[in-house]
């Protein structure tokens, strides 16, 4: 089970951190999406089991930073000079176990998401 947490109302600009909780150790890649209204699920940003590897979308590049804690089954996503368009439910999910997940089709565990909503 994956519990995300963290979302809310902010202005543009400002800063955001969701966490993702899962109800026990994995070693998979895990990864965070998101959904605007009347868009598909797309990527934000995944890591690797160990942390040591990340990816991310080109839209958030730069201002996103994915990081897990192991010991502690946690998943975050620190979120910097957020813009209008970010809004967003943002999921996380549990990927491959080896190598990054990309695409929805990766990822088979997802949490029931949080808002995010940035105001211009």
């Known amino acids: 089970q994956l519990v995300e947490s963290g979302g809310g109302l902010v202005q543009g600009g400002e800063s955001l951190r969701l966490s993702c909780v899962a109800s026990?150790?994995?070693?998979?890649?895990m990864g965070w999406f998101r959904q605007a209204p009347g868009k598909e699920r797309e990527f934000v940003a995944s890591?690797?089991?160990?942390?040591?590897?990340?990816r991310y979308a080109d839209s958030v590049k730069g201002r996103f930073t994915i990081a897990r804690n192991n010991d502690k089954n946690t998943l975050d996503l620190q979120m910097s000079s957020l813009k209008p368009e970010d809004t967003a439910v943002y999921y996380c999910?549990?990927?491959?176990?080896?190598?990054?997940?990309?695409?929805?089709?990766?990822?088979?565990?997802w949490g029931q998401g949080t808002q995010v909503t940035v105001s211009s």
């Open positions: 890591i690797s089991g160990n942390g040591l590897n990340t």
């Open positions: 026990e150790r994995t070693w998979s890649s």
């Open positions: 999910a549990k990927g491959p176990l080896h190598g990054l997940g990309l695409s929805v089709g990766d990822f088979d565990y």
